[in-house]
C-alpha cells in the first residue's frame, strides 16, 4: 500500500469511528443503553430511525404502566407496549418493563374501589401474572418497585403498603411483588427503581438496608435502578460511586434508568450554549462512573429528542434535558457520551490499537469485549441472568 493510500484509509477509520452510532460504542463496553419510548411516535420516521440507530434498549415510558396497561378489572391493553416489543425485536434491542407496584399512573377502578386488603392483594398478584406473563422470554428486566421511599428512608404510605394495602407490612409487600414477578418470569432481571437515591443519604441507605436484607435471603432481587433526574448540580459524584459500588458490592446490578439533565429554558425552549456544555459533563460524567463497575450493565435516558420529554410538562421553565435536540441533531451531550465511551477505563488494549486499521472488520470491537471483565460483556440474557443469579446466591 503507498504512502497516501495509507494516510486515507487512516482518515477513512478515524471518520468511520467518530460517526459510529451510540449502540455500537455501548455494545463494546458491554453495557445496553436505552431510551424511554412511546408507541404514538414510531411513525415518525426520525424518531424511528434515531431510537433504532443510536439504542440498543428501549422501555414503554409510559405504555406498560397499571393504568395504560390495564384500565379495567379484566380488560388489559397489550396493543400499544406490543408494538414497542416488536420494534425492538426488529431492531435487535432488549426491552426493559416498568412498572408493575407504584402509587401513580394507577386505574380509577383501582384508586377508587374500595378493596380488602386480600381483594387488593389479589388484584396485584393477578396484574402481575398476566403483565409478566405476557411479557415473559419478550422483556429481559422489569423496574418492579417504583419509588416505594421517602425521601427520609421511610416508607411511602400508598395502596399497596397501608392504604389499605395487601396484608403485609414494611418491605414484604416489595418482597412478595418479587416473588410474584419471579414465579410468572423466572428469567427476567428485577429491579427496584427509585429517584434521589442515588447519592448516599437517607432514601439511598433504606433502599441499601433492604437490598442487604433480600440478597441475604435469596429474595428475587437483581438490582437497583438509579432514576438519575439530574441537573447540572447533583452533589458529589464520589457519593454516587459510593453508592454503586455498595449495591454491586452485594452482587446487585446497577442500572441507570430514567436519566435526563434540565436545563432553564427560555420560552422557545432553548438553553444557553454555557448550560449545554455543562449538561454535556454531567452526561459524561454519569457514563464515566456507569463504566467503572461491571454490574453496572445498563444506561438509559428519559426519552432521546427534547422534542418529546416529560420535564417541560414536569419542571416549567425547564427543558432541553436530552441528547438529541427538537430536530434530532446530536447535542453537545452525545458528543459527550461518545468521548466517554471511547475513552473510560478499561482503555483499548494495544493489540487492539493495532488493529484499528482493519476496524472496519470489527476487530477492535472483538478485542475490546475480550479485555472486559466477564460480567461486563456477558452476550446472552438468559445465561448472563444465570450466571449473575447463581453468583449472588
Ligand atoms: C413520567 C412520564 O415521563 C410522563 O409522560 C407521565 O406523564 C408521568 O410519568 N419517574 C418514573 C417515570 O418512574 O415513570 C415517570 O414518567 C417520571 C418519574
Same mark, same amino acid.
Given at each position: ?261 434540565? /436545563? *432553564?429554558?427560555?420560552? #422557545?425552549?432553548? +438553553?444557553? =450554549? &454555557?448550560?449545554?456544555?455543562?449538561? %454535556?459533563?454531567?452526561? @459524561? ?86 479485555? /472486559? *471483565?466477564?460480567?461486563? #460483556?456477558?452476550? +446472552?440474557? =438468559? &445465561?448472563?441472568?444465570?450466571?449473575? %443469579?447463581?453468583?449472588? @446466591?
Amino acid at each position: 500500500m503507498s504512502r497516501s493510500h495509507a494516510v486515507i484509509c487512516f482518515a477513512v477509520s478515524v471518520i468511520a469511528l467518530a460517526a459510529q452510532p451510540l449502540r455500537q460504542l455501548t455494545d463494546q463496553r458491554g453495557i445496553k443503553l436505552g431510551a424511554a419510548a412511546d408507541p404514538s411516535h414510531l411513525t415518525e420516521a426520525a424518531y424511528a430511525d434515531t431510537l433504532a440507530r443510536e439504542f440498543s434498549q428501549l422501555e414503554p415510558e409510559n405504555a406498560m404502566k397499571f393504568g395504560p396497561i390495564h384500565p379495567g378489572p379484566s380488560t388489559y391493553n397489550f396493543g400499544q407496549p406490543d408494538s414497542l416489543v416488536s420494534f425492538a425485536r426488529q431492531h435487535n434491542m432488549a426491552v426493559r418493563g416498568h412498572t408493575l407496584v407504584w402509587h401513580n399512573q394507577l386505574p380509577s377502578w383501582v384508586t377508587s374501589g374500595t378493596y380488602s386488603t386480600t381483594q387488593l392483594s389479589g388484584i396485584l398478584h393477578d396484574h402481575i401474572n398476566a403483565v409478566v406473563g405476557h411479557y415473559a422470554g419478550q422483556v429481559y428486566g422489569w423496574d418492579v418497585i417504583n419509588e416505594a421511599f421517602n425521601d427520609d428512608g421511610t416508607l411511602r404510605s400508598t395502596i399497596w403498603l397501608d392504604s389499605p394495602g395487601i396484608g403485609l407490612s414494611g418491605t414484604a409487600y416489595m418482597e412478595q411483588s418479587l416473588r410474584w414477578t419471579h414465579e410468572a418470569d423466572p428469567q427476567a432481571l428485577l429491579f427496584y427503581n427509585d429517584y434521589s437515591a442515588e447519592l448516599v443519604n437517607s432514601k439511598s441507605n433504606a433502599i441499601y438496608k433492604m437490598a442487604q436484607d433480600f440478597v441475604s435471603r435469596g429474595v428475587p432481587l437483581n438490582g437497583i435502578g438509579m432514576q438519575m433526574h439530574f441537573t447540572t448540580s447533583n452533589g458529589s459524584l464520589a457519593s454516587i460511586e459510593s453508592n454503586i459500588k455498595r449495591i454491586t458490592d452485594l452482587g446487585l446490578q446497577v442500572h441507570i434508568t430514567e436519566l435526563d439533565v434540565r /436545563l *432553564p429554558v427560555d420560552s #422557545s425552549g432553548n +438553553a444557553t =450554549a &454555557a448550560d449545554l456544555a455543562a449538561q %454535556a459533563q454531567v452526561y @459524561r460524567d454519569v457514563f464515566a462512573l456507569c463504566l467503572k463497575f461491571p454490574l453496572c450493565t445498563s444506561i438509559q435516558s428519559w426519552g432521546f429528542t427534547d422534542k418529546y420529554s416529560w420535564i417541560p410538562g414536569a419542571f416549567p421553565g425547564r427543558g432541553a434535558a436530552l441528547e438529541f435536540d427538537t430536530a434530532y441533531q446530536p447535542k453537545p451531550a452525545y458528543k459527550s457520551i461518545q468521548t466517554a465511551l471511547q475513552s473510560s477505563p478499561p482503555v483499548i488494549s494495544a493489540a487492539a490499537l493495532t488493529n484499528a486499521a482493519s476496524y472496519a472488520s470489527g476487530a477492535v470491537a472483538r478485542a475490546f469485549a475480550q479485555s /472486559l *471483565p466477564e460480567a461486563a #460483556s456477558c452476550p +446472552a440474557r =438468559a &445465561a448472563c441472568a444465570q450466571r449473575w %443469579a447463581g453468583k449472588k @446466591r
